[in-house]
């Protein structure tokens, strides 16, 4: 169910578990709240981030880019690394290392290792953008902080990577979000 501010209704008010909430959980705070929450802070970062990229002379970057960019990494990487590291295919890690150099953010070249091989590499351009990016970040960290205070914002840091594994922390959002 949908409701009028377009949020996910897991169950009708009033018709959830038949246990009631876990212990220790407010009736008032039902627990598909968390995920959209966590969600639309993302959202909002990353929202923001590409509106200040825009501004500053990277108005076609989109999030997709940001994650390939960040599976070329600093010493490059094949098509074939950047699906594995995407969690897509080699052809859908493609068609994305395509744009990127189409918009100027990354090269193709030579592997210097193997002659038959083509690495992705990151242009200036690509490089300017995540520099960028990581100050914007920064400015909104900051902005989150000014606005919950640092003691806040350190401790909502500190519960999520006592609850999130190490192993989370992976570019593959396609796996999860239904993409190859």
Request: hydrophobic content about 40%.
């Given at each position: 169910?949908?409701?009028?501010?377009?949020?996910?209704?897991?169950?009708?008010?009033?018709?959830?578990?038949?246990k009631?909430?876990?212990?220790?959980s407010?009736?008032?705070?039902?627990?598909y709240?968390l995920?959209?929450?966590?969600?639309?802070?993302?959202?909002?970062?990353?929202?923001?981030?590409?509106?200040e990229?825009?501004?500053?002379?990277?108005?076609?970057l989109?999030?997709?880019?940001?994650?390939?960019?960040?599976?070329?990494?600093?010493?490059?990487?094949?098509?074939?690394?950047?699906?594995?590291?995407?969690?897509?295919?080699?052809?859908?890690?493609?068609k994305?290392?395509?744009?990127?150099?189409?918009?100027?953010?990354a090269e193709?070249?030579?592997?210097?290792?193997?002659?038959?091989?083509k690495?992705?590499?990151?242009?200036?351009?690509?490089?300017?953008?995540?520099?960028?990016?990581?100050?914007?970040?920064?400015?909104l960290?900051?902005?989150?902080?000014?606005?919950?205070?640092?003691?806040?914002?350190?401790?909502l840091e500190?519960d999520?990577?006592a609850?999130?594994?190490?192993?989370?922390?992976?570019?593959?959002?396609?796996?999860?979000?239904?993409g190859?």
């Amino acid at each position: 169910m949908v409701d009028d501010k377009k949020v996910n209704q897991v169950v009708e008010k009033g018709k959830g578990s038949l246990k009631g909430p876990p212990k220790g959980s407010p009736p008032d705070r039902p627990g598909y709240e968390l995920p959209l929450l966590l969600f639309a802070g993302f959202r909002t970062l990353i929202d923001r981030l590409h509106a200040e990229l825009a501004r500053q002379g990277h108005p076609d970057l989109r999030p997709a880019h940001g994650f390939a960019m960040q599976a070329v990494g600093a010493g490059g990487a094949s098509a074939s690394e950047i699906g594995r590291r995407l969690g897509v295919t080699k052809q859908a890690a493609g068609k994305t290392v395509d744009r990127l150099v189409a918009l100027g953010y990354a090269e193709r070249a030579d592997d210097p290792a193997d002659a038959r091989r083509k690495l992705v590499r990151l242009t200036p351009h690509g490089l300017d953008a995540l520099a960028r990016s990581a100050a914007v970040f920064d400015e909104l960290r900051a902005e989150w902080t000014r606005a919950l205070g640092p003691d806040r914002v350190g401790a909502l840091e500190d519960d999520l990577r006592a609850v999130v594994p190490p192993e989370a922390f992976r570019l593959d959002a396609a796996g999860w979000l239904g993409g190859a």
